[in-house]
């Protein structure tokens, strides 16, 4: 428990890092959350991630990013891209520079707050062919972040060796399962909660939740 200190939690409104931010209220003394507006399909994105701030009580901003949809055109922005798998690389979602430039732009607004820990919802186990997902790569930036601003900065990611199971298994620990379950958006079609069922990100939030629920013993609701 590190109740001392602040930490800057990247927030997107979904599962994950909703469960991140209810991890972050319980670990550190303060917490404020920062969202980018990046030119998503989706306003219901960044409205669902004001909602729970508020409803949170943590401050929140939300940073402009729309330059990162201009760089690199991806099915996240673009409504002429589908959403699609694509065989030796990565998904369509994918969207070149985005956990670099989010937990960059995070530790400056950290350190106006002189905060030091940085809490962010990648996850290796589950990463969809991400490379800016991995713990290489949290840790390469981690020490660059460091070196560029001279200061002791923690990056910590508590779902990075969790399947989408665990990670229902930790927002359930933190007293947040329903909360996560009916307030968070994950669906690339802006659906919340259960979402379209249909989009790669429903699919796999739902089997997590239904391996889950399994092993919890019948709960199906
Ligand atoms: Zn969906």
Same mark, same amino acid.
């Given at each position: 428990m590190i109740k001392n200190e602040k930490a800057v939690v990247v927030f997107s409104g979904g599962q994950d890092s909703t469960t991140c931010l209810f991890w972050a209220k319980?670990?550190?003394?303060?917490?404020?959350?920062?969202?980018?507006? %990046?030119?998503? @399909? #989706?306003?219901?994105?960044?409205?669902?991630?004001? $909602?729970?701030?508020?409803?949170?009580?943590?401050?929140?901003?939300?940073l402009d990013m729309g330059l990162l949809g201009q760089l690199a055109p991806n099915a996240l922005t673009r409504n002429d891209i589908a959403i699609e798998e694509r065989e030796g690389q990565p998904p369509t979602t994918f969207?070149?520079?985005?956990?670099?430039?989010?937990?960059?732009f995070a530790a400056?607004?950290?350190?106006? %707050?002189?905060? @030091? #820990?940085?809490?962010?919802?990648?996850?290796?186990? $589950?990463?969809?062919?991400?490379?800016?997902?991995r713990d290489s790569f949290v840790k390469s930036l981690n020490v660059t972040l460091n070196l560029s601003m001279d200061y002791e900065f923690v990056i910590h990611t508590p779902l990075m060796w969790l399947d989408k199971k665990e990670t229902w298994a930790l927002a359930d620990d933190l007293g947040a399962f329903d909360y996560v379950r009916e307030h968070t958006l994950t669906c690339y079609n802006g659906i919340k909660g259960a979402?379209?069922?249909?989009?790669?990100?429903?699919?796999l939030r739902q089997n997590g939740l239904d391996q889950y629920l399994a092993e919890k013993g019948g709960d199906v609701r």
């Open positions: 319980k670990t550190f003394k303060e917490v404020v959350a920062v969202t980018f507006h %990046y030119g998503q @399909r #989706h306003e219901a994105e960044i409205d669902a991630a004001k $909602d729970i701030a508020a409803e949170l009580n943590v401050p929140h901003h939300i969207v070149e520079g985005r956990n670099l430039l989010f937990l960059s400056i607004l950290g350190k106006q %707050y002189d905060a @030091r #820990h940085i809490v962010t919802g990648v996850c290796e186990t $589950d990463f969809s062919g991400y490379p800016d997902c979402g379209c069922g249909e989009c790669p990100a429903c699919k």
